[in-house]
T-cell receptor, first 111, second 115 residues
Framework: RKEVEQDPGPFNVPEGATVAFNCTYSNSASQSFFWYRQDCRKEPKLLMS???SGNEDGRFTAQLNRASQYISLLIRDSKLSDSATYLC????????????FGQGTELSVKP | GAVVSQHPSWVICKSGTSVKIECRSL??????MFWYRQFPKQSLMLMAT?????????EQGVEKDKFLINHASLTLSTLTVTSAHPEDSSFYIC???????????FGNGTRLTVT
């Protein structure tokens, strides 16, 4: 079983749609969580951190449920520029700050 | 913000040759850097953790004699792919942490093609 698992995707949605990505993690030593965005053939870029209380950044909302080891990302009012691969990431502090990446979910927003 | 520079951005080499990739933290000191590899349509896989002044820690299945890592200073780590073969063709990305503060900062990646 992979340490971080995501929806297989791809997600093809029209502009303006709301889309949700799910992610589960298996390593209970995971202490912090992030969503990264990766455009084709580029390095990942941090989208947002994920907090237990839930957090929002504009059109993006992230949620963390430690009891069920589940993380989500909600994108409202999708834009064409949101098309990318979204990576769910767990940070393990006691292993030197190692990041474990999910396989990513590809999002394609169509006009 | 913190910047990590990786060089070269892309390289094409012949089978059997060695390739060195550099990763530099430009405006902070990084005691720990991480090397990832990403094959097409797959996620980033951690190869090794590079520690300044000591030996790297390799993930299971990664050959330490093939992927040589050197972290000689607080701002530079290098990955050398020795005797490269076509199956080593991949996207290699380094990352570094600024004083233990998450998240990691990524280099722009190196696309290696071995012919």
């Amino acid at each position: 079983r992979k340490e971080v698992e995501q929806d297989p995707g791809p997600f093809n949605v029209p502009e303006g749609a709301t889309v949700a990505f799910n992610c589960t993690y298996s390593n209970s030593a995971s202490q912090s969580f992030f969503w990264y965005r990766q455009d084709c053939r580029k390095e990942p870029k941090l989208l947002m951190s994920v907090y237990s209380s839930g957090n929002e950044d504009g059109r993006f909302t992230a949620q963390l449920n430690r009891a069920s080891q589940y993380i989500s990302l909600l994108i409202r009012d999708s834009k064409l520029s949101d098309s990318a691969t979204y990576l769910c990431v767990a940070l393990i502090y006691n292993q030197g700050g190692k990041l474990i990446f999910g396989q990513g979910t590809e999002l394609s927003v169509k006009p | 913000g913190a910047v990590v520079s990786q060089h070269p951005s892309w390289v094409i080499c012949k089978s059997g040759t060695s390739v060195k990739i550099e990763c530099r933290s430009l405006d902070f000191q990084a005691t720990t850097m991480f090397w990832y590899r990403q094959f097409p349509k797959q996620s980033l896989m951690l190869m090794a953790t590079s520690n300044e002044g000591s030996k790297a820690t390799y993930e299971q299945g990664v050959e330490k004699d093939k992927f040589l890592i050197n972290h000689a200073s607080l701002t530079l780590s290098t990955l050398t792919v020795t005797s490269a073969h076509p199956e080593d063709s991949s996207f290699y990305i380094c990352s570094a942490r600024n004083r233990g503060i998450p998240p990691l900062h990524f280099g722009n990646g190196t696309r290696l093609t071995v012919t």
